[in-house]
C-alpha cells in the first residue's frame, strides 16, 4: 500500500514534492518532526516505551496524545527531551497505536486527548520516561568504560566521563541502554534546572504543514481502495424507509450502495466525487421517529420554564441566599441565553477502514484512539485483538472527533466489502447536519446588593441540555451533571473537580441547574460549559457593577481576595491595557477559571453611531502554573479567540422539523481576517501546578468583549450570537 498525492491542492501548493511515503512510514511519523536519514537496518532501539534512539543519534518520543492543531506534540517533546537531556534538534515524535496500547497492558496510559489534558495530565509520567531513559543511557556507557555511573553525566545527546573526558553518543549506546533492566526509581528535574521546558522552540511539525508535506487521512490512498459517501437520516430520530440503489447502479464510478445500520446510505465508488453525485441522485425515503418534529424555537417554553422550575441540581451553595435576598437594599436581575453551536472543522469527519474476516484496520484521525478501537472492534464484529487504529494529524477537532460515529460507519462500509479499503468522507452539509452540537442552555442571574453597593448574593439558574445525559448518563452524579457547573463549583470539595471552580467569594451563593435536553445529541465543543457560564458570570458581575456604582475591575478585586492569582491575571491585563484611560476606547473585562488554569481579559472595542463593531486589541494574560512553550501558549489563546470570538459573531445551529438548518459555512459563518482584534498575550506561570492552555482562554474573550460594547453602547447584549442584533 502506498500514502500517494496526486496533481492536488497539496501538489499545486509544494510542486514536485511530498510524495511516496508509505502507510507503514506514515503511521509510524504522522505526527512530523524531523527528517531522519534513511536508516539500513534494524529498526532504532526501544530504550523504553517512550524512547526510540537510533544509531545516527534521532530521538523518536512516542506520544498517546493527538495533534489537532495545539502544539501537544511538541509540548509533550519537550517534557520527555528535558529529562532525557538529549539534543532538541534530532528529536521527532511519532504515535503508538492503541492497539499496541492494548498488547502492552496500557503502558502509554488513555489515548484521549481533551478537556485541555493534553500536556496536564500526562505531564508526570512521560517526564519519567524521559528520566527513566536517561539513567539507562547513561549505565549503559558506564559499564562500556567500566567505570562508576556516578562519574557521568549526560546533556545534549553526549554523554560524557568527568575524571577521563570521554565522551560518547547517545547512539552509540542506545542499543546497549535498551537491554538495561529500567530503574526503579526515577527523580525528576526541579523547575529551576528547566533548559527546554519553558522555552519557545519552534513546533516539530510546522515545516511539514507550511510546505504541504503534511499529510492527513484524507490525502491517503492504498492500492485498490474505494472512496464513500455517506448520508444518514437529516431530521432528529429518523431511519432509513426505502432506497432505490438500481437507480444509481450505473452511473460513473458507482461500485456498491450499502446501508449503514438503519440510520444512513453509503455510495461506494472509484473517486469520492462519484460517490458525491451519486448519493445526491439516490432516492431515499425516510422515516421519522421521536425528534423528528423538533425545532429550536418551540424548545424555547421548556428552557424558560427551567429559569423558575422548583426542581433542580444544586452545583454551588453557600450561606443563607435567600435570607440575603429578602434583606437586599437593590435586587438585578437578568437573563442570558446560549444557542447550540456545531464544532465546523476545517476537516470533515473521515476515515480509512480495511476489513477482512480476521482483521480490521482503521486510519483515521481521532481524539480518542482507545474509542476508537473499540468503536472499529464492535462495528467490525471482530475480537478487539484483532483490530488496530493508525492516529493521523487531525484537521481540526475542537471535541468533536472524541466521537466515533464516524470511525464505525467506515468499518460498517468496508465489512460489506472484504478486503477492500474503503475511504469515507463527510461532505460539508453532513458534517454540519450530523453534529454533537455545544448544548443549548439559559441563565437566569440575580444579585442581592445592600445599601453600600456590597454583593451580598448572588443566584446564577442554568436551564438546558445536559452533555453527560446525552451521551454519557453513566457519568451523571445521582442525576446531576457536573460538568454544567464548569467554572462555578465550590473549591475544597472534590479533587476531580476542582479544575473547575470559582475562584470568587460571596456571602451567599446559590448555583443550580434545571435539566431540559432537547432530541439533539450534544458534545464537548472546545471550552465546553465554561464558555457560557464565563458569560453568564462575568456579563453579570459587570451588570452587578454598575447597579452597584462601582468601577468593574475594582468590584471583581473585591471579590478575589481569596484567589490571589486570579486577582494578578485580572489586574495584569486592566495595567496592560491602560484600564481607565480616556482615549476614545471602550473597555471591558473577564476573568475566569478553568481546566486549571487563571485567565483574564480586556477587550477593547469601538461602536459606530451606525451600530458597526470594532474590536481592536484584546489583552488576555494566562496562568496555567506551568508553561511548557510560551510561543504555542501565545497561539492557542490567539487561536482560540478566533473560535470563542466567532460563536459570539456569528454562530448558531438551529432546527425547524428536525433538521439542522445551516447546511454549510454560507449560513454558519466564521470571522474574517478583517474582523479580528489584535491579541497581546501576557503569559504568567506562576509555578506549582499544572494547568490546561488550549480551552481556557476562549471562555474570557467573548464576555470581555461583551462588556466593552455596554461600556461603548450602554447596551446589554444578552443573547448570543450577536450578528443580527442592532448594537445602538
Known sequence: MTATTGLSRRGFIVGTGATGLTIGILAACGPGGKDAPAEAGPPPPEVNAWVHIG???????????????????????????????????FVKT????????????????????????????????????GAAARMMLVQAAANRWEVPVSECSAAKSIITHTPSGKTIRYGEVAADAAELPAPETVT???????????????????????????????????????????????????????????????????KAVVQVDDTAVAVVADYWWQAKTALDSLPIEWQDGEGSDF?????????????????????????????????????????????????????????IALWTPEKCEVWC????????????????DLPIQKCDVYKQLLGGGFGRKGASDYISQAVKIAKQMPGTPIKLLWSREEDMEQGFYHPITKARCQGALDADGNLVGLKLRISGQSILAGIMPQALNDGADMVVFQGLLPSGVDPRLEDQSIKYTFPTLLVDHAMRNPPVRPGF?????????????????????????????????????????MATVLQAVADKSGWGADDGLSRGLCCFYSFGSYTAACAEVTVSDEGELKMHRIVAATDPGYGVNPQQIDAQVAGSFVYGLSAMLHQEITFENGETQQKNF?????????????????????????????????????????????????KRIRQLPIKDQALR
Open 55 to 89: 544509531t545516527d543519534d534521532i530521538v523518536t518520543v512516542r506520544i498517546a496524545r493527538s495533534e489537532m492543531g495545539q502544539g501537544t506534540l511538541t509540548g509533550l517533546a519537550q517534557l520527555v527531551a528535558e529529562e532525557l537531556e538529549c539534543d532538541w534538534d
Open 94 to 129: 511519532e504515535y503508538p497505536t492503541p492497539g499496541q496500547n492494548l498488547a502492552r497492558d496500557r503502558v502509554w496510559g488513555d489515548f484521549l486527548t481533551g478537556g485541555s489534558r493534553g500536556i496536564r495530565t500526562s505531564q508526570d509520567y512521560v517526564r519519567e520516561g
Open 188 to 254: 525528576l528535574k526541579d523547575p529551576s534546572e528547566w533548559k527546554i521546558i519553558g522555552q519557545s522552540v519552534p513546533r516539530l511539525d510546522t515545516v511539514d504543514k507550511v510546505t504541504g508535506k503534511q499529510l492527513y487521512t484524507t490525502d491517503m490512498k492504498m492500492d485498490g481502495m474505494l472512496n464513500a459517501a455517506v448520508k444518514a437520516a437529516p431530521k432528529r430520530g429518523g431511519t432509513i424507509k426505502s432506497y432505490d440503489a438500481e437507480a444509481v447502479n450505473s452511473m460513473p464510478g458507482v
Open 295 to 351: 425545532s429550536s424555537s418551540a424548545f424555547e417554553a421548556d428552557l424558560n420554564e427551567g429559569l423558575t422550575a422548583s426542581e433542580t441540581f444544586i452545583g454551588n451553595q453557600a450561606g443563607d441566599v435567600d435570607s440575603a435576598f429578602a434583606e437586599a437594599a437593590q435586587v438585578i436581575e437578568a437573563q442570558y441565553n446560549a444557542p447550540h453551536q456545531n464544532h465546523a472543522c476545517m476537516e470533515p469527519m473521515n476515515a
Open 365 to 380: 484521525p481521532t481524539q480518542n484512539g482507545e474509542a476508537a478501537l473499540a468503536a472499529a472492534s464492535e462495528a467490525a
Open 525 to 565: 465543543w472546545r471550552g465546553v460549559n465554561a464558555n457560557q457560564n464565563a458569560i453568564y458570570l462575568e456579563c453579570f458581575m459587570d451588570e452587578l457593577a454598575h447597579a452597584a456604582g462601582r468601577d468593574p475591575l475594582e468590584f471583581r478585586l473585591a471579590h478575589l481576595k481569596d484567589s490571589p492569582k
Open 666 to 714: 454560507n449560513t454558519y459563518n466564521s470571522m474574517r481576517i478583517a474582523e479580528m482584534p489584535d491579541v497581546e498575550t501576557l503569559v504568567m506561570p506562576s509555578g506549582g501546578f499544572w494547568g490546561g492552555v488550549g480551552e481556557p482562554t476562549i471562555a474570557v474573550a467573548p464576555p470581555a468583549v461583551l462588556n466593552a460594547i455596554y461600556a461603548a453602547t450602554g
